[in-house]
Nanobody, 126 residues
Framework: QVQLVESGGGLVQAGGSLRLSCASS????????MGWFRQAPGKEREFVAA????????LYSDSVKGRFTISRDNAKNTVYLQMNSLKPEDTAAYYC???????????????????WGQGTQVTVSS
């Protein structure tokens, strides 16, 4: 198991940027596929981005493709979410998650992720 702690959230104006970080405890971080999800008030949690163990494969939701970039540094046990051109509709609590299965390809499916962080709030003002 890994423990995940997100940071980097905050208040930003539309068009601005933020970088979220998710630090993992333990020595097995590189074995996990990693993902970012978000949940806006009154809405269900939704997939944002995912990355393979090596970082060579990434997935994005259509709503963030071209604006957000997921990356990881296995030496630092950290996954990042660079968010550019932020919009008010990006306002949400952002969660990182770890998929400890043996599957090779990262997934958008929330049920595959078995470890979750506590979340960090991102608020984009118009």
């Amino acid at each position: 198991q890994v423990q995940l702690v997100e940071s980097g959230g905050g208040l930003v104006q539309a068009g601005g940027s933020l970088r979220l970080s998710c630090a993992s405890s333990g020595r097995t971080f590189s074995r996990y596929l990693m993902g970012w999800f978000r949940q806006a008030p009154g809405k269900e949690r939704e997939f944002v981005a995912a990355i393979s163990r090596s970082g060579g494969t990434t997935l994005y939701s259509d709503s963030v493709k071209g604006r957000f970039t997921i990356s990881r540094d296995n030496a630092k046990n950290t996954v990042y979410l660079q968010m550019n051109s932020l919009k008010p509709e990006d306002t949400a609590a952002y969660y990182c998650a770890a998929d400890g299965s043996l599957v090779v390809t990262p997934t958008t499916r929330e049920e595959r992720y078995d470890q979750w962080g506590q979340g960090t709030q991102v608020t984009v003002s118009s």
